[in-house]
């Protein structure tokens, strides 16, 4: 299982009429926010199982209707995983939108009302887990968790919430946007305490799935060995 992973910024090895041949072969793509409406629907029309996205703090997936310019609308092919656990190429996504809010306007929470998102996902998370034996595989937010993804400013800021959701239900893999990458060093991804592989999916990250497994179990035994790239 691999996950096409983007935010942020459209690389043009994604917004290409190559695509998706011009990668390797993946499983499911994952928007984490920022992404344009336009993109995104573009996107859905050259896969097989439609694009999992959440909006980010920019609200740049909102499009305009064609018989309405007043009228805005989401991209259409694509599953809105906020507020939801979606199953999708055989993987349970719980999703939240927006970020950490710092000025007046939409998609942006304070940290009280992100802590409201995340526990208006448990019962969702209970049924999947009473179903399938398992809550949830990936957590799909634009905002990152408290830690070492976090932004330096008030506006990039971690979202304890998640670190929160992270301790009760031990998702697989936290995919993330909102703060960019910079330089050839710059961390895409590292093992939090919990054994949850936090990416960074600025323009596009490719993570495989089933590595990430012996990552969480050497990470519950304190291996430091298991902090590394996804990919």
């Known amino acids: 299982m691999r996950i096409l992973a983007i935010s942020d910024a459209v690389s043009p090895f994604i917004y290409s009429e190559r695509f998706p041949g011009n990668l390797p072969p993946f499983d499911v793509l994952l928007s984490a926010g920022d992404m344009p409406g336009h993109v995104l629907e573009y996107l859905a029309t050259k896969l097989r199982v439609p694009p999992v996205y959440v909006i980010g703090n920019h609200a740049n997936a ?27 190429a ?37 049924l999947w887990r009473w179903r399938q034996g398992r ?16 932004g330096s400013d008030f506006a990039h800021r971690g979202v304890g919430a998640f670190n929160a959701f992270h301790r009760r239900w031990r998702p697989l893999v936290h995919v993330h946007g909102h703060v960019h990458l910079s330089g050839a060093n710059a961390p895409r991804s590292y093992v939090s305490p919990e054994g949850v592989t936090v990416v960074n999916a600025f323009e596009f990250a490719l993570i495989d799935v ?6 969480r179990d050497a990470a519950a035994r304190g291996d430091p060995s298991s902090r590394g790239d996804p990919s």
Do not use: F, K
């Open 62 to 88: 909102y499009l305009r209707s064609a018989d309405d310019p007043d009228e805005m609308h989401l991209p259409g092919g694509c599953l809105n995983a906020h507020g939801r656990v979606v199953e999708v």
């Open 90 to 126: 055989g993987l349970l996504v719980a999703g939240v939108e927006g970020s950490a809010r710092y000025r007046p306007g939409p998609h942006q929470y304070s940290e009280a009302a992100m802590h409201r998102h995340v526990l208006a996902l448990t019962p969702q998370l209970l």
């Open 135 to 150: 809550a949830v595989d990936v957590l799909l937010t634009h905002a990152p968790p408290e830690g070492p993804h976090a």
């Open 210 to 215: 089933p590595p990430l497994l012996a990552a």
